[in-house]
């Protein structure tokens, strides 16, 4: 429970509780350098936090996450910016014992589990037992994956600890596995090379990637299950910021359209040169 609720919030007066948020506010600035609009933002998504005082609850506890993690003055920073709500977790009660425990499961080492808690700073307030560990078991089970595939796909896809297995991954992988009409194994080879597919909304995303793939580059649902499961990272990218623009820009250029896919991955200006344009065409234009 947050040191602010219950009774300890409401034993404080209403002058005593401004005092104490200004404190908060100033000791937090200047602790981390944030800039007045960086504080502000941070007060608008978690002003409970400021009830809290900076130096006997927010002080210690940064300074035992910026220690536990090796982290960087400008790296907790980053983190408390984007996850203001950090500020209201007690290290020793939450934190330590969910890096303790995440770190084991998933066989992390240090340098892992820092990246992995930059990246997503919001997995310091999932419960382990309750939330991440059932979550993490019933998708390994599902894709029969190996303890290193798992750690594989978390540490690139970390916000997969705090998606409900029931509601969001088991629909997601039932629907991509019917679409493409995969095999366990395969659907397994697609999630492993490219973790983000997890994250994806299946409707709003993949199927216009899916449907555009075979309208337009006339691919059988056998071609197009062949390629994804060899290349999963073709539904890593924008059909309105890469895959229509270049389109039009090979047909432009009276290239063959297929060069879209192949070549997918270089910057726009080199792409243009392989094929002698000299320039993306807008996909409206």
Known sequence: MPPWSGNA??????????KMVRRSRTGLQERLSLSDEQ?????????LAFTLSFKKNIRP?????QERLSLSDEQLKKMVVAKPQILGFSFKANICPTLAALQERLS??????KKMVIKTPQVLGYSFE???????????????????QLRKVVVKMP??????????????????????????????????????VIG???ESNIVPKLNFFQEEFGLSDGDLRHRLVSQPNLLTYSLEKRYKPRLKTCRTAGVDDMIVLYRIKVPDISF?????????????E
Do not use: H, Y
């Not at 506890?61 to 996450?65: R, V």
């Not at 309750?130 to 290193?148: D, G, V």
């Open 130 to 148: 309750s939330n991440m560990c059932p979550t993490l078991a019933k998708f390994q089970e599902r894709l029969l994956l190996s303890n290193e």
């Open 108 to 113: 992390l080492s240090d340098e892992q589990l």
């Open 9 to 18: 919030r409401l034993s404080l007066s209403d002058e005593q509780l401004r």
């Open 272 to 284: 243009c040169k392989s094929i002698g344009a000299p320039r993306i065409s807008c996909a409206t």
């Open 200 to 202: 994806l909304n299946f």
């Open 159 to 196: 916000q997969v600890l705090g998606l409900s297995f029931e509601s969001n991954i088991a629909p997601s992988l039932a629907a991509l596995q019917e679409r493409l009409s995969l095999s366990d194994e395969q659907l397994k080879k697609v999630v492993v090379g490219f973790p983000t």
């Open 39 to 47: 504080l502000r933002k941070m007060w608008m998504r978690s002003p």
């Open 61 to 65: 506890s940064l300074a035992a996450l």
